[in-house]
């Protein structure tokens, strides 16, 4: 049988080829000043942010469950603290499942995700696929398959916590956000398994599911215990606003982190499901230079629409303030948490070792050089 050419290999090597001479000729970028504007500046907007004051207890607390559940791997540690910046003040009990719901995500994403499934044997592809229809066909009954494997009941195990402490209409829209991302984020995302090279549009689109982060812009709701009342939004007219906030919202956070992991996924695993190898293939005359600066600028562009429609939000909570205060006290919850998802969403992968190397083109994926101890 003839060996079916690729749609992606020739523009990958380019891209690679690029990029080892950028890392030879020492060329860094600043991926925040690429996203800063004006006088906005992301270092600025997120210094207030801090990590849930207990921590270091709930980090402790998913590493022993992951253990009893046979699914710690070492990188863990690096991925875990994620919720800890996006729900700093989530309540105790709701965030160790939800860092827990987490770290299962990454687990997955970490054995077979969509850069990963591509260098799987065709037993393990077999494998992950039953595994992943088996989690992404779980409905609010949270039933668990026979024979189901330890991830499958950890996952039970933190969606029956989850059901038990949200109104269940939350919770429903909650589990098919969650269950679609399962679906479609572990399998092989490459061009060459879709058959297509995908447009920028559509690339965003799915990688929005892909990342988790629709689900997790739902999480805000659930950390506080505060849930959306959407009749008395959609009566103000505002619901089409935080629809397009909670896109903005989902969009900056795994769009921005296409850049943070550029040279993880695209360098080391060859991967071309990452916003920058979208944009080059869709445009094959951009150098490696060029296609950093236009992908940036996609997230550039979104950052200053969210930030004006947050402000535009927060103006009509404020005018109707001492009018309907349940409601309005779960608006302006949910919009202060908004805020800090995007601080969370920056901070925490220029926090995190998981994108961290010795050389980078980028100044904040750079491992800092250890300090000299004295004799």
């Given at each position: 049988?003839?060996?079916?050419?690729?749609?992606?290999?020739?523009?990958?090597?380019?891209?690679?080829?690029?990029?080892?001479?950028?890392?030879?000729?020492?060329?860094?970028?600043?991926?925040?000043?690429?996203?800063?504007?004006?006088?906005?500046?992301?270092?600025?907007?997120?210094?207030?942010?801090?990590?849930?004051?207990?921590?270091?207890t709930i980090i402790k607390i998913a590493q022993q469950f992951c253990e009893e559940h046979g699914i710690w791997i070492e990188q863990a540690k690096h991925y875990i603290t994620c919720e800890l910046f996006l729900y700093p003040d989530a309540r105790f009990d709701?965030?160790?499942?939800?860092?827990?719901?987490?770290?299962?995500?990454?687990?997955?994403?970490?054995?077979?995700?969509?850069?990963?499934?591509?260098?799987?044997?065709?037993?393990?592809?077999?494998?992950?696929?039953?595994?992943?229809?088996?989690?992404?066909?779980?409905?609010?009954?949270?039933?668990?398959?026979?024979?189901?494997?330890?991830?499958?009941?950890?996952?039970?195990?933190?969606?029956?916590?989850?059901?038990?402490?949200?109104?269940?209409?939350?919770?429903?829209?909650?589990?098919?956000?969650?269950?679609?991302?399962?679906?479609?984020?572990?399998?092989?995302?490459?061009?060459?398994?879709?058959?297509?090279?995908?447009?920028?549009?559509?690339?965003?689109?799915?990688?929005?599911?892909?990342?988790?982060?629709?689900?997790?812009?739902?999480?805000?709701?659930?950390?506080?215990?505060?849930?959306?009342?959407?009749?008395?939004?959609?009566?103000?007219?505002?619901?089409?606003?935080?629809?397009?906030?909670?896109?903005?919202?989902?969009?900056?956070?795994?769009?921005?982190?296409?850049?943070?992991?550029?040279?993880?996924?695209?360098?080391?695993?060859?991967?071309?499901?990452?916003l920058l190898t979208i944009v080059a293939l869709n445009d094959p005359t951009c150098s490696l230079t060029e296609v950093i600066v236009k992908s940036a600028k996609i997230v550039q562009e979104m950052l200053i629409e969210l930030l004006d429609l947050i402000d535009?939000?927060?103006?009509?909570?404020?005018?109707?303030?001492?009018?309907?205060?349940?409601?309005?006290?779960?608006?302006?919850?949910?919009?202060?948490?908004?805020?800090?998802?995007?601080?969370?969403?920056?901070?925490?992968?220029?926090?995190?070792?998981?994108?961290?190397?010795?050389?980078?083109?980028?100044?904040?994926?750079?491992?800092?050089?250890?300090?000299?101890?004295?004799?």
């Open positions: 049988m003839k060996k079916q050419l690729s749609l992606t290999a020739p523009r990958m090597r380019q891209l690679q080829a690029q990029y080892h001479e950028l890392i030879a000729a020492g060329t860094m970028f600043s991926i925040a000043d690429f996203l800063n504007f004006g006088s906005f500046t992301l270092k600025d907007y997120c210094q207030t942010l801090n990590p849930h004051p207990q921590s270091e709701r965030l160790v499942s939800m860092v827990e719901n987490n770290a299962i995500d990454y687990y997955l994403n970490d054995i077979i995700g969509r850069d990963l499934f591509g260098h799987l044997n065709a037993a393990k592809q077999t494998e992950a696929r039953e595994l992943m229809k088996r989690m992404a066909n779980v409905d609010s009954r949270l039933s668990l398959p026979e024979n189901a494997t330890s991830v499958e009941k950890a996952n039970i195990e933190i969606l029956t916590f989850m059901k038990s402490t949200s109104p269940l209409p939350w919770f429903e829209k909650f589990l098919q956000l969650y269950c679609y991302h399962i679906d479609v984020t572990h399998r092989d995302g490459n061009a060459d398994a879709q058959g297509y090279i995908s447009s920028v549009e559509e690339y965003i689109d799915l990688r929005c599911h892909t990342s988790g982060m629709h689900h997790i812009v739902m999480l805000i709701e659930y950390a506080a215990g505060k849930f959306l009342n959407m009749n008395w939004c959609s009566d103000l007219g505002i619901d089409r606003y935080l629809q397009r906030i909670n896109f903005l919202t989902a969009a900056f956070g795994c769009l921005s982190n296409d850049l943070f992991s550029f040279e993880k996924e695209v360098v080391d695993h060859s991967t071309d499901a990452n535009k939000i927060k103006k009509q909570s404020h005018d109707l303030s001492g009018t309907d205060e349940l409601e309005n006290g779960a608006l302006t919850s949910y919009i202060k948490g908004i805020e800090k998802c995007i601080q969370a969403s920056w901070l925490w992968q220029v926090y995190t070792k998981r994108y961290k190397r010795p050389s980078s083109i980028f100044v904040e994926t750079v491992l800092p050089e250890p300090v000299a101890q004295a004799v």
